[in-house]
C-alpha cells in the first residue's frame, strides 16, 4: 500500500480489506506524507478479538511513543490507525474510543481511527465521536459471508522467483 493517497476514512477502509485476516484482530497505523501511505506497522497478538498493545517496539515504548518516533524517522506528516473485529461487526468497543482519544491528544497530526470488518466500517474522530457505514457494498472485497474466498492460484507450487512473479502478474 506504500505511495496508495488517502483522502478519507473511506479510502483507507476499502484500501485496507486486502490486509484484513477474519481469524486475528490486528492493529494498523498508516503513516503519511501529503495524503500518501510513506510507512505502514501492524500490531497483532494473534487472538480473535483482543490486541495488547502495553509495550511495542524494539525499545519496549508506549504506544504513543513508538507512534512518535516513527512518525518522525518516516517524516510523515501525518497517521491514520485501523483495526478490524473479526467478530463481524466494526462496531467500536469502549477500550477502542478510549485509545484513540488518548492516542490523538498524545500524537499530533491524527486523521483517524477506522475499524473494519467484512463490508462495514466505523471511524472514530480525535473526540471519541464515532462514526458507523453498514454497507460498503460490493467494494469490500468479496469475503461477504465467508473469511476464505476461493481462488485458483492458491495452491499454485511456488519453487522459483519466477513461480512468485507470474503468480503475482496473475
Do not use: C
Amino acid at each position: 500500500l506504500l505511495n496508495q493517497q488517502i483522502r478519507s476514512e473511506h479510502d483507507l477502509a476499502v484500501m485496507a480489506q486486502i490486509l484484513r485476516d477474519p481469524r486475528f484482530e490486528t492493529f494498523r497505523i498508516f503513516y503519511t506524507q501529503q495524503q500518501r501511505i510513506v510507512h505502514h506497522t501492524a500490531i497483532t497478538s494473534r487472538l480473535p478479538g483482543a490486541i495488547y498493545l502495553e509495550r511495542i517496539g524494539h525499545g519496549k515504548h508506549d504506544l504513543g511513543e513508538f507512534l512518535e518516533n516513527t512518525k518522525r524517522q518516516v517524516h510523515a506528516d501525518g497517521y491514520w490507525v485501523l483495526h478490524n473485529h473479526p467478530s463481524g461487526r466494526a462496531e467500536p468497543s469502549t477500550q477502542d474510543v478510549r485509545l484513540t482519544v488518548h492516542l490523538a491528544s498524545k500524537v499530533s497530526e491524527f486523521k483517524g481511527h477506522v475499524v473494519i470488518n467484512t463490508n462495514e466500517y466505523s471511524v472514530i474522530d480525535q473526540d471519541g465521536q464515532i462514526d458507523h457505514v453498514h454497507d460498503m457494498g460490493n467494494l469490500a472485497g468479496g469475503y461477504q459471508n465467508n473469511p476464505y474466498k476461493f481462488h485458483e492460484l492458491l495452491l499454485e507450487k511456488i519453487s522459483s522467483p519466477k513461480d512468485l512473479a507470474r503468480i503475482g502478474q496473475a
